[in-house]
């Protein structure tokens, strides 16, 4: 029988990717979860399309990618860090509450949009976990670039029921 | 009654800003701080002018502005940040140490000096706080960018007394 | 008499560096480690050489630095880290697991290679502490650049045994 979140995706229609399929001889020495008494720590999670494989297009926001682009990129992020933390820690229900999110935009020189591209992400988040849970801390800032020119990568840590 | 940190802050002559005011239009979906047992996060903070507009100026450090000019934004952050937990915890006198300080610098590709610029901001944090409980272990980085093309914006994790 | 880990560092014939030596009148009001509960909190770390000073070459990975010089400069800042640790902790044995690595490259701006370098950083901690242990969350991402330009910084955070 399937959770309430599990539930709501479905009734919004959304499907959480496969896990990640990096490019072959990719080599990732990391736990893309680590649990800590009832913290969660999720690693830096990228755009992926629902076989799992990295999403296109690849590029900085403001120059490969526009802020459209950029926004739903970083809206499939919200969907791969869910699909993660599904297979991780079986039942999305345990989740209490988003506590931090760290909102890492591939960032053209000149381009400061870096708050309406993460809201991509955040606004996903809470139409999947409601308000109360998922609204978290958060930093929305500009990198010089990321692995594989992705233009969004996303770390969290949650908080699950005792 | 004030308590003992408040005491301290008028003794500086120094004033906290009022709430974050952004421009209109902006959606910010984010909780600017959580609090978890004795764990207290903190959203990315930018410079603020008393009234909580972002100060002035804005863009990089090391092109549009100075180091010096980079390190009194890094110390408006700090009071920025100090004005949010008093509205958010009631009493400053809840704080028991700074754990931890997230630094980031809107560089100019060739600026290399984060650290005293970000020093702005901890030894802000120390006047007010003492040594014992401001000593933060840190780090202080370049950005691409940041939002609204802010040049110093700090995230932050502190300890309540139990 | 050595711990474990000791003795596989000797084993290994690896050899921590002495604390960082700052160049004169750096001033850095922040504390390497802060300890809560069984948290260990790491302040971020640069490569250093066996004398604790900064090591060479300073730069950006993909411009000044090869891959392959952006890897070892990892790698020096994984022994940089645990020589801090083991003296503020006294013996390295006390360590159940590295929860979280976040690993900033000072990147060219068309460098995407993030992942390899910091891999530079989890290699050498996972040979060290072992793979259970050492596999932490990660993210590995892009900087516009770094204090003393040095090509690579990561901060950690850290579980004690009860």
Redesign the interface.
């Known amino acids: 029988m399937a959770g309430k979140i599990e539930e709501r995706i479905r009734e919004l229609g959304l499907e959480l990717p496969s896990p990640l399929q990096l490019p072959p001889g ?9 649990i ?1 008494g009832t913290r969660v ?4 999670h990228g755009p992926q399309e629902t076989d799992g494989s990295i999403a296109q297009p690849l590029g900085q926001v403001g120059k490969e990618l526009t802020l459209e682009e950029g926004i739903e990129a970083a809206r499939k992020v919200a969907l791969a860090m869910t699909g993660t933390l599904q297979r991780e820690l079986g039942d999305l229900d345990r989740i209490k ?1 988003w ?4 909102g ?1 935009v ?2 053209a ?8 591209v993460i ?1 991509g992400f ?2 996903q988040i ?1 139409e999947i976990f409601g308000r109360e849970s ?16 992705i233009p969004v ?1 996303v ?1 969290a ?1 949650l ?1 699950l029921y005792e």
């Open positions: 990719v080599d990732v020495p990391l736990a893309m979860v680590r800590v720590l999720v690693s830096g509450s506590v931090k999110v760290f890492m591939n960032s020189p000149d381009f400061n949009g870096q708050t309406p809201n955040s606004n809470i998922g609204l978290a801390t958060r930093s929305a800032v500009g990198m010089a670039n990321l692995p594989f020119s990568e770390e840590e908080e």
